[in-house]
T-cell receptor
Framework: AQTVTQSQPEMSVQEAETVTLSCTYD???????LFWYKQPPSRQMILVIR??????QNATENRFSVNFQKAAKSFSLKISDSQLGDTAMYFC????????????FGKGTKLTVNP | GAGVSQTPSNKVTEKGKYVELRCDPI?????LYWYRQSLGQGPEFLIY????????DSGLPNDRFFAVRPEGSVSTLKIQRTERGDSAVYLC????????????FGPGTRLTVT
């Protein structure tokens, strides 16, 4: 079974600064997806970024980028130029590629962006 | 178009009662997923539908939980003889066939069992 671990229950950052959220996972699969989701107080899970394990290049989406270390089974999220609207819970998630459609989530990191 | 919708937004029920939670997926999405998010935890998978059939129900915690999707669109999660431990946010997501990596989530139903 796959597991996802987020070791930082809470983090805070000043507006306009950069913050990195950590995630490690455990799997014996070779092909899989990794995700970062944002969950604001409205409860709706919003996809921030997705990485396919077979891609060596780290995914980027505007101010969001990941550092994917496949051998180390590490998948961190970097948020640059933090904005007040980035305040939310962030969840790291894993999905096996092909044959399983369920997301496996970590426990989340509560990020607060301070003005 | 409209996103995934879930009703009710909040539900309070007494221990032992029966509840139904509804999910309306994005139009054209044949795949539908239910997750449960307990306080302070990440969502946990419950069940996955492809069309009308449950393709994977391995996450349902016990036989008090049941879900249906009779016409391949709207789904209902049914919980019998509710217990206080069932209190959680129940999230629904949908995706196109063969695109499980692009799941769109609804706002969830917060269930409180008193």
């Amino acid at each position: 079974a796959q597991t996802v671990t987020q070791s930082q229950p809470e983090m805070s950052v000043q507006e306009a600064e950069t913050v990195t959220l950590s995630c490690t996972y455990d799997t014996s699969e070779s092909n899989y997806y990794l995700f970062w989701y944002k969950q604001p107080p409205s409860r709706q899970m919003i996809l921030v970024i997705r990485q396919e394990a077979y891609k060596q290049q780290n995914a980027t989406e505007n101010r969001f980028s990941v550092n994917f270390q496949k051998a180390a089974k590490s998948f961190s999220l970097k948020i640059s130029d933090s904005q007040l609207g980035d305040t939310a819970m962030y969840f790291c998630a894993f999905m096996k590629m092909g044959g399983s459609e369920k997301l496996v989530f970590g426990k989340g990191t509560k990020l607060t962006v301070n003005p | 178009g409209a996103g995934v919708s879930q009703t009710p937004s909040n539900k309070v029920t007494e221990k032992g009662k029966y509840v139904e939670l509804r999910c309306d997926p994005i139009s054209g999405h044949t795949a539908l997923y239910w997750y449960r998010q307990s306080l302070g935890q990440g969502p946990e998978f419950l069940i996955y539908f492809q069309g009308t059939g449950a393709a994977d129900d391995s996450g349902l915690p016990n036989d008090r939980f049941f879900a249906v999707r009779p016409e391949g669109s709207v789904s209902t999660l049914k919980i019998q003889r509710t217990e206080r431990g069932d209190s959680a946010v129940y999230l629904c997501a949908s995706s196109l066939y063969n695109s499980p990596e692009e799941q769109y989530f609804g706002p969830g139903t917060r269930l409180t069992v008193t």
